[in-house]
């Protein structure tokens, strides 16, 4: 395991596709966290923040089985796991947002059309990497100014959720009841709308 860990993700993938478990398990646990930041802060109507990291982790498969070097051109498969995890995690909270509230377990395919779009930004962003980082900078900054509206506690919540932590974790981790933390959640989201509004 420890000689597949120390190989790229392109090699990984050329390992799952001649049917190494083994790699998709290693590629899977390395975007892991990425999918529990991108779940952390998203609300899913019905469900809770383990719903959106299911379906993330859809997305992060479905990036690994759709990814094609060649229609890269040279871009990372980083990039195009995060934009089919973001993607995949919108389509869930529109799909609850929109549909009353059915089962989350309806698959989305992923055709042509969006294929092309995906590769289209990820060389966007292989070709750009500055803005990338520009966003990045633009998200702590407006993150800063959300913790500076919040209490103590509020923070400690706050911080843990970006790391990806779950309500329960939270509550272990501060000894909190998993109630009080997700009152501070709602509490905390209505100040970085707050923020947000300007």
Same mark, same amino acid.
């Given at each position: 395991?420890?000689?597949?860990?120390?190989?790229?993700?392109?090699?990984?993938?050329?390992?799952?596709?001649?049917?190494?478990?083994?790699?998709? &398990?290693? %590629?899977?646990?390395? +975007? $892991?966290?990425?999918?529990?930041?991108?779940?952390?802060?998203?609300? /899913?109507?019905?469900? *809770?923040?383990?719903?959106?990291?299911?379906?993330?982790?859809?997305?992060?498969?479905?990036?690994?089985?759709?990814?094609?070097?060649?229609?890269?051109?040279?871009?990372?498969?980083?990039?195009?796991?995060?934009?089919?995890?973001?993607?995949?995690?919108?389509?869930?909270?529109?799909?609850?947002?929109?549909?009353?509230?059915?089962?989350?377990?309806?698959?989305?395919?992923?055709?042509? &059309?969006? %294929?092309?779009?995906? +590769? $289209?930004?990820?060389?966007?962003?292989?070709?750009?990497?500055?803005? /990338?980082?520009?966003? *990045?900078?633009?998200?702590?900054?407006?993150?800063?100014?959300?913790?500076?509206?919040?209490?103590?506690?509020?923070?400690?919540?706050?911080?843990?959720?970006?790391?990806?932590?779950?309500?329960?974790?939270?509550?272990?981790?501060?000894?909190?009841?998993?109630?009080?933390?997700?009152?501070?959640?709602?509490?905390?989201?209505?100040?970085?709308?707050?923020?947000?509004?300007?």
């Amino acid at each position: 395991m420890a000689e597949e860990e120390r190989r790229s993700d392109e090699e990984l993938i050329c390992q799952i596709r001649q049917g190494d478990a083994g790699a998709m &398990e290693v %590629l899977l646990e390395r +975007y $892991k966290q990425l999918v529990r930041k991108q779940a952390a802060f998203r609300y /899913l109507a019905g469900g *809770d923040t383990d719903d959106l990291i299911q379906e993330g982790m859809i997305g992060l498969y479905r990036a690994v089985l759709d990814f094609d070097p060649e229609k890269a051109k040279g871009a990372p498969f980083g990039a195009f796991a995060y934009l089919c995890i973001k993607g995949q995690i919108y389509k869930a909270i529109a799909r609850s947002q929109s549909s009353g509230n059915q089962a989350m377990n309806q698959a989305v395919g992923m055709d042509e &059309e969006n %294929l092309e779009q995906y +590769y $289209k930004k990820i060389q966007a962003i292989a070709k750009d990497p500055e803005t /990338l980082l520009l966003e *990045d900078e633009k998200r702590d900054e407006l993150l800063e100014k959300i913790r500076r509206t919040l209490t103590k506690t509020e923070r400690k919540v706050f911080d843990l959720r970006l790391q990806g932590y779950g309500y329960r974790e939270i509550a272990e981790a501060l000894d909190m009841q998993p109630k009080s933390v997700d009152n501070a959640l709602q509490r905390i989201r209505k100040k970085g709308a707050k923020v947000l509004e300007g």
